[in-house]
């Protein structure tokens, strides 16, 4: 567009739009438009008088084709469950697009230019000298019903439910009614509902989440919008780690001085990054400024899918906009060009019809919609197409360093080149131009980096650009599943069910909220206002479990569950100083183990035995958690005389139509004090073991000894020879080997008091897969199950998480369990409470570091199992194992050989192997849906019982692990199947690859002296680990929605 025309817009526009410092356009409840026209309901429709053009869908899209329909006399019907809803989304459009559309009548504000941000430290950016405008939608929505109503469109107010296509044209139902036209468009958007799919649609996702806020002040040009900051160094630590590898941007629309519009987000990843983490990132970014929110409204949600599969071409029904593919794969941006689109569909419908008006032949509709799809995706456009999904999978696995090298350097490039591609207005060649002009002035850096994250796509790229298909694959290395399929043996030709293009997908139903709530974590009051505490009191119970809160902030904190949990005491299990003798202050002993739990005491009692001289030190608490154990496994520890219960049967719900099966191993209920107090005895007996109440701040080496210093959190000292860490998973002392963060483990339980309560008492319930209540429509939660340990009079109940990605907050967890036994019939008299559980496990993550100079025992060193959470059987089993490699490396006198050798014990070569299947396992069960895991399950539990019953025992070596696998995979459906294939490829199949190259790769005579910590480790003192687990599960989305309660219990 030329100088004189932008003068021209600017000049018309700057009679009706606000400019700098004029008062924001004020965006009303969303809800109906301010409509006065009524709208024209359908006059035809049937078979003898069917409409030219049905468009399903009252967007920008559809009223777009509507509009231009109409106007050219073509008979338009429009359906949409709420014709007259607002639009929810915030559009930006570059000026130029708009006024060649002439749609420059609907801006509610331009800015002059805009400025793009890429280093840290640099404020004032990029300027890009191109007007910007924000979209009013009303004025759009309204301009374009009233053209469409002016030129003879009619409405239909409903939701289509099926679309049946004849030869002359297709029947589309909306309730019990049945409508004809010629064409039907899917204008549904991002929902997909009409049109079809050859394969799965796999896109990326632009995650966006933005608000309009009232501020006293901000840093930004009236006249100028912020397009992108990249910096990221405003952030925690735990999320700017996450930052630099899937980076956000701010941008910002701003108003007045006063009031602003700042919108953080993701560019595009697989799988979209959750709204709850943008807000935090929001909110850090927000602080580091100076900004102070005094209000925040207009709140945006914005999820859209990127690139992915274009729909079949060419069928019946025509889309057009998201539904089409019509996003621009690489910025996310639809709406110029969807407009643009749509007197190209239209000409190709108006043509069909009058060419077959003037033939001799009877209408054909598929000719029709064969030519709309031709002239809306040609050879051209496809190709453009493949190139941006390209560029959007390199994108995709791109950095935050690098995403800020490639910006710095796209901006750069002429302003032909980079608006055109940002306009999807460029030629395919022209976009090959821009990628060699992009390679050609970047840094060798930048252009190592790209060609490497190019190459997994460049074979599938080639093919398509060349072809101009729909065949590029957003799997790196296009072929790999399939060679893979090929050597298990497995049909990849054989759906186990029709492909649907609408299943598993997030952005089926607008978003509108997420678990945190913006505007309390934000806004601060002005002197004189007052804030909402954001606590609710209050335990949750039946009668208010419908009527809680969306906010976040009126959750009960996971770290108050965590310190209930860990405080808790029982009068019947005695203390500790009063069973053990004291250990004194700067005492020396042989070896100190730190932590009083199940895997500490075993491990100082089977020293002790063995004649070593040892300090205990630990809080004085009791077994809190219950345990629940296999029967034979206690047996063969000798500690069947702990049960406090054995059932005779253990069930499992896995098909809600079958209900309870049984699996044919007996489970029991251990008694915590008869535990406790068996490992004290043997403390106590040996008269070897002596106690100190504390908890170990940190260890070092004594200069002038070789022994350590044990540094307690109170600042008194000991001394040892060796040192072992049992401390749970408090696990500040040890060091541990670098990536990824475990996985967890959550539950929330309660023993009740109740007579004639609905489970035998003869039978555990191991787990209960039915859902305890529905999902929210286009919400995917993680899945919990049902665990019950009943006896005569009472019975315990526990809402389990498996494995999840993030921890699942216990509110949430307790929340389910109380509406499963609302729908069981079963009431629960607060008073009838005996115990509330709250158990967190993280499951596996790093292992620690081997060797080191300080041990870990029991989950501290990483002994849980990560595909089930259980780790006491398999700490008291190795308890005495470990204990005689202490004692021999002792004798020696060589401490260091010490270490050495219970860490070899510890974390054996097949040991590191079995640890890196079950991750592997674990992994895999944390993607998956409740659906997906009851298929797992019922294979899992369909194997011979030595296979499941040793998976689950920590029992069998790699070998049987691997049979396990293999029969997995012959007995799994094909989605289980290709579950397992893709898993190969994720890092948790890499590290199960390397875990059994690692007794090659290991170099046994690498001296144990040259590797080990000689550091002083200390604790952090300025955040628990209680924190830093609060902290990791906000940054990783993990609260939900719907609860203000907080337990009475804890508060008590």
């Not at 009303?138 to 002016?150: E, Q």
């Not at 335990?539 to 108050?560: H, I, Q, Y």
């Amino acid at each position: 567009m030329g100088e004189t025309s932008l003068e021209r817009t600017f000049s018309r526009l700057n009679q009706h739009i606000p400019r700098a410092g004029a008062a924001p356009f004020e965006r009303k409840d969303e809800g109906l438009l301010p409509f006065d026209v009524p709208l024209t309901e359908f006059s035809r429709g049937s078979k003898d008088k069917p409409f030219d053009l049905l468009v399903v869908g009252c967007g920008p899209s559809g009223l777009g084709v509507a509009d231009e329909a109409a106007k050219r006399g073509l008979s338009v019907g429009i359906i949409d469950p709420r014709p007259l809803q607002r639009w929810p989304n915030n559009y930006g459009v570059w000026v130029d697009e708009f006024e060649a559309l002439g749609h420059d009548d609907c801006f509610a504000r331009i800015w002059n230019s805009a400025t793009v941000i890429v280093d840290e430290g640099k404020g004032n950016g990029v300027t890009l000298d191109r007007p910007y405008a924000q979209v009013d939608r009303d004025k759009l929505k309204t301009k374009l019903l009233k053209r469409s109503l002016d030129n003879g469109a009619e409405f239909c107010t409903g939701a289509v439910s099926e679309v049946k296509h004849l030869d002359d044209v297709s029947i589309v139902s909306v309730g019990e009614k049945e409508f004809h036209a010629v064409q039907v468009l899917d204008a549904t958007g991002h929902a997909r509902r009409l049109v079809e799919f050859e394969r799965d649609f796999t896109p990326g996702y632009q995650a966006a989440y933005g608000a309009t806020i009232e501020v006293d002040t901000h840093p930004y040009d009236l006249n100028k919008m912020m397009f992108m900051d990249w910096r990221g160094n405003h952030l925690d630590p735990e999320l700017r780690k996450r930052n630099d590898e899937l980076p956000t941007f701010l941008y910002v629309m701003p108003y007045t001085r006063n009031k602003i519009f700042v919108e953080e987000t993701s560019l595009v990843a697989r799988p979209y990054i959750p709204f709850d983490e943008l807000k935090l990132r929001l909110e850090q970014r927000l602080a580091s400024m100076g900004i102070t929110v005094r209000a925040v409204e207009d709140e945006e949600y914005c999820l859209i899918p990127m690139g992915g599969v274009l729909p079949k071409m060419p069928q019946r029904t025509l889309g057009i906009g998201g539904t089409a593919g019509m996003v621009h794969p690489a910025t996310g941006y639809m709406v110029s060009k969807s407009l643009f689109q749509a007197p190209i569909l239209v000409d190709a419908i108006q043509n069909g019809i009058k060419m077959q008006q003037n033939s001799d032949k009877s209408l054909n509709a598929s000719q029709i919609s064969e030519a709309v799809w031709n002239n809306i995706w040609p050879e051209e456009d496809r190709r453009q197409r493949t190139f941006m999904c390209f560029g959007m999978e390199i994108l995709m696995r791109l950095n935050k360093e690098t995403t800020q090298r490639f910006f710095k350097t796209f901006f750069t490039l002429s302003k032909r080149m980079w608006g055109g591609f940002l306009s999807w207005r460029i030629s395919a060649l022209g976009l090959l131009g821009v990628g060699l002009s992009i390679f050609r002035i970047a840094s060798n850096q930048l252009r190592y980096d790209f060609v490497k994250n190019a190459l997994p796509y460049l074979p599938s790229f080639v093919k398509t650009f060349t072809q101009a298909s729909n065949d590029f694959d957003s799997t790196a290395w296009a072929g790999l599943y399939e060679g893979l399929a090929v050597l298990y043996n497995v049909s990849m030709i054989q759906p186990t069910r029709p492909f649907d293009s609408t299943r598993d997908n997030p952005t089926k139903q607008p978003i509108r909220s997420s678990s945190i709530n913006f505007a309390d974590r934000v806004i601060k009051p002005r002197d004189g206002e007052d804030q909402d505490s954001g606590i609710n009191s209050g335990p949750l119970s039946l009668e208010n479990l419908d009527k809680v809160s969306d906010s976040a902030g009126k959750l009960t904190d996971d770290r108050d569950w965590i310190d209930f949990q860990q405080r808790k005491t029982f009068s019947d299990q005695a203390t500790l100083a009063s069973s053990l003798p004291r250990l004194n202050p700067n005492d020396h002993v042989d070896v100190l183990v730190a932590g009083v739990g199940p895997a500490g005491l075993a491990l100082a009692g089977e020293l002790a035995e063995r004649g070593v001289d040892v300090g205990l030190v630990g809080p004085e608490t009791s077994f809190t958690n219950n345990y629940g154990v296999w029967e034979d496994e206690f047996k063969d520890l000798g500690l069947e005389h702990t049960l406090e219960k054995v059932y005779d049967e253990t069930l499992v719900v896995i098909d809600e139509k079958k209900g309870y099966e049984a699996i044919n191993r007996k489970y029991a209920r251990v008694g915590r004090k008869e535990l406790r107090d068996h490992l004290v005895s043997k403390c106590k007996n040996s008269g070897r073991v002596r106690y100190l109440s504390g908890i170990v701040e940190g260890v070092s080496r004594d200069t002038s000894e070789p022994t350590k210093i044990v540094e307690l959190q109170n600042g008194d000292k000991l001394s040892a020879k060796f040192v072992t860490m049992s401390t749970g998973h408090n696990r500040e002392v040890l060091e541990y080997e670098e990536g990824p963060p475990p996985t967890w483990q959550t539950a929330y339980g309660i023993e009740i008091a109740m007579k004639n309560h609905p489970w035998a008492s003869d039978k555990a319930v191991f787990m209960d897969l039915s859902q305890s209540d529905d999902e929210n429509p286009g919400v995917s939660r993680v899945p919990s199950f049902l665990y019950i340990l009943p006896d005569e009079d009472k019975v315990f109940l526990e809402e389990t998480c498996l494995v999840s990605q993030v921890q699942v907050p216990f509110d949430e967890l307790k929340r389910r369990l109380y509406k499963r036994l609302q729908n069981m019939g079963v009431t629960v008299d607060p008073e009838s409470i005996i115990e509330e559980e709250a158990s967190w496990i993280p499951l596996g993550g790093p292992l620690p570091k081997v060797p080191q100079s300080v041990l870990g025992f029991g989950a501290a060193a990483g002994l849980v199992h990560p595909a089930s959470g259980y780790s006491i059987v398999n700490s008291l089993k190795m308890a005495s194992s470990v204990a005689d490699s202490i004692v021999e490396g002792l004798g020696t006198g060589d401490f260091d050989s010490a270490s050495m050798k219970a860490w070899q014990t510890i974390w054996s070569d097949e040991n590191r192997q079995k640890m890196a299947f079950y991750q592997f396992g674990s992994d895999l069960i944390a993607k998956m849906s409740l659906s997906e895991i009851k298929e797992f399950m019922r294979t899992f539990y369909s194997l011979p019982s030595p296979l499941w019953k040793g998976f689950l025992s920590h029992d069998l070596n790699p070998a049987g692990l691997m049979v396990l696998a293999i029969s997995m995979f012959a007995i799994g459906g094909a989605e289980l199947r290709m579950s397992l294939i893709s898993e190969l490829a994720s890092p948790a199949g890499v590290k199960m690859a390397k875990a059994a190259a690692y007794p090659y790769l290991n170099n046994p005579e690498t001296s144990p002296q040259d590797n080990l910590s000689e550091v002083l480790t200390k604790r952090n003192r300025k955040e628990s680990l209680r924190g830093v687990f609060r902290r990791e599960q906000l940054a990783q989305n993990s609260v939900p929605v719907g609860h203000s309660e907080s337990s009475s219990v804890i508060e008590s």
